[in-house]
């Protein structure tokens, strides 16, 4: 079997500058995108171009300010960007190591709801392989976080693999469980076209409390009591737990590089995920750098 860190030894960045524009899903607000090249061992960088200074981000655990229906971040003079998981998740399934984000809103579009837009932003400006190898932070121990019936594990593995079970009382959705390796370049297949999703009967409470105002049947898959409501139906027979994953991808690139580790969620979201990379990152015995 080949292995990510085989397969992709060198760090990448975009050839080309992509642009785009869209609604936020929270917000409801429209925000222009710039994604840019970025030199070796810069990572990942947002600047809010709306704001005149202190205007850089990086995307990093350290920064997460908010996980409340969405992975938000924050520099020290509180200027943030929010829904970044699905971009953040495309740049991870597509190796993408430096690159610097402008964007002149609060929110990243939601564009379709899933990562399967970036990613064909990055396959069609194409990848740059730069000289510098790829950083990895590989898991020496096992870690894990859990709340009530949800919990959120990663151990060590010579790869990334990813499981996720979820259960809803709905029996639209159920209970679902999924296993990926992602390696040889599944996550365009697998996993980049799952799309957030959301139930008919909370969209005004969520609206009410100023969430899910761009929200709309374009850009996520919307749950009625006995069946989805989008028209074309689904893109996977079980699409709401592979855009769990979607999710988790895009929260643990927030490491700072690629994580080679098992990783294990049931019934999590945002905030254990961002509670599991704390307690991975800030004990040095848990992991190294290769």
Known sequence: MITEIQVSNKQKTIKDSIKFSGVGLHTGKESNVKIKPAPEDSGIT???????????????????????????????ENVSVSTIEHLMSALSGMHIDNAII????????????????????????GIVEQTKKR?????????????NDSSVSIKPNNQFSIEFEIDFPSKVINNQSCQLQMINGNYKKDISRARTFGFEEEVNMLRSAGFALGGSLSNAVVVGKDS???????????????????????????????????????????????????????????????
């Open 228 to 290: 989805v409501l989008n028209k074309e139906g689904l893109r996977y027979e079980d699409e709401f737990v592979r855009h769990k994953i979607l999710d988790s991808i895009g929260d643990l690139y927030l490491a700072g590089a690629p994580v080679l580790g098992y990783f294990i969620g049931k019934k999590s979201g945002h905030s254990l995920n961002n509670k599991l990379l704390k307690k991975l990152l800030n004990t040095k015995d848990n992991w190294e750098f290769v």
């Open 102 to 125: 402008e964007i002149d809103g609060p929110e990243v579009p939601i564009m379709d709801g899933s990562a399967s837009v970036f990613v064909d932003f990055i396959e069609k400006t």
């Open 46 to 76: 947002f600047y809010r171009t709306d704001v005149l200074e202190n205007n850089r981000i990086k995307a990093l655990w350290s920064s997460v300010s908010s996980t409340k229906l969405c992975t938000t971040i924050c520099n020290a």
């Open 135 to 147: 950083k990895f932070i590989r898991v020496i121990k096992e870690v894990e976080v859990s709340e």
